[in-house]
């Protein structure tokens, strides 16, 4: 979102090039969360799941091709042709862009709660008990956490 905000306020080239310099820096996300979240999905303790990872990256990629060609030439001729206004392209591109890090938090939200509930159900049918013990650092204040089954 605050590349979308940034994006509207540019309205001089000194504001435009930092845009860009802050956007070339946070665009390696858009390109490298995808495959990390597929593979996150498919967890690590299953190598056939894992053996898909390049079919399910290869098949999102492929599906994300023809819209990734074809946006452009459409948003072109809507500001061309009919004279749309730039910041309603922009609030388009970037409410894609939202809705689609809603979609992947929302999918590691679920994978990650089948998870932790998959573990405890494992665990409980072992008869094994799981104890949690958070403690904070006096130096930083950072908390850890420590697990003992």
């Not at 969360?33 to 053996?51: E, N, V």
Request: proline share 3%; charged share 10%; hydrophobic share 45%.
């Amino acid at each position: 979102m605050l590349v979308l905000i940034l994006w509207s306020l540019a309205s001089n080239q000194t504001l435009a090039i930092c845009y860009c310099v802050l956007f070339g820096a946070i665009s390696g996300a858009i390109i490298g969360l995808p495959p990390a979240s597929i593979a996150f999905i498919l967890g690590r303790s299953d190598p056939t799941k894992q053996a898909k990872l390049g079919h399910w990256t290869g098949m999102m990629y492929t599906i994300s091709a023809s819209f990734a060609l074809t946006g452009p030439v459409i948003v072109g001729h809507l500001y061309g042709q009919y004279g749309i206004d730039s910041y309603v392209l922009q609030g388009w591109a970037g409410g894609c862009l939202f809705l689609s890090s809603v979609c992947m938090v929302i999918a590691r939200l679920y994978t990650g709660a089948g998870r932790v509930a998959g573990a405890l159900a494992r665990a409980k049918e072992l008869g094994l008990t799981i104890s949690r013990t958070v403690t904070r650092s006096k130096d930083d204040g950072r908390a850890s956490m420590v697990e003992k089954v």
